[in-house]
Structure formats: structure tokens, C-alpha cells
């Protein structure tokens, strides 16, 4: 699992987490707390990109979660990794060199 809290210049706060157990294993979004910020982050995540030019939407890897969070986006908001560490430690594709995607 991996979990962030995000909060707001007027100290509202929210969770957004992933059930992934693993870097690119994809999960749902889970937004918890003040329904004000949940719809404004959930809108933001929704058109947001990921580490590898993937969409965000409402299914994501945590990979992707993390850079959506540490993107443009969200550079008004206070986000701090509260859990799973390890799953964003690196940014591998996960592709073999050589490979054609």
C-alpha cells in the first residue's frame, strides 16, 4: 500500500492512497477526508499524468501516483508519503532495455 496526506493553504486535509504492492502493480484511488479537497484533488488526478506519460484517471501504479502528486498540478498543496516508501524509490519503467513498446 502506498499513502500520501495532501493539505491545502487552508489546512483541509485528505488522504489519497493505492492497495498496490508493488511499483506497477495498478489500483484504484482511494480519497479520504474533506469532501471540498477530495473533489478538487479527484478532478486534478483525473486529467493528471503519470511517471511515463500515462493518464491517471481513477486507476493508477503508485509510480504513476507519485509523480501525478509531485507534478505541476498539485504545487500549491503540502504532500507528504505517509506510507510504502519502497514502492517509489525508483522510477523503472519496468520495460527491458532494447524493448519496443
Do not use: C, W
Amino acid at each position: 500500500m502506498i499513502k500520501y496526506e495532501l493539505i491545502d493553504n487552508v489546512r483541509r486535509t485528505i488522504t489519497i492512497s493505492l492497495e498496490a504492492s508493488s511499483p506497477h502493480e495498478r489500483a484504484s484511488i482511494v480519497v479520504n477526508g474533506d469532501e471540498s479537497l477530495k473533489a478538487i484533488a479527484t478532478d486534478i488526478l483525473s486529467r493528471s499524468h503519470g511517471a511515463f506519460g500515462h493518464i491517471i484517471g481513477e486507476i493508477t501504479s503508485p509510480i504513476d501516483l507519485d509523480s501525478a502528486l509531485h507534478g505541476s498540478a498539485f504545487k500549491d498543496y503540502r504532500i507528504e508519503l505517509t506510507q510504502g516508501k519502497e514502492l517509489v524509490s525508483s522510477y523503472d519503467s519496468g520495460i527491458p532495455e532494447g524493448a519496443v513498446t
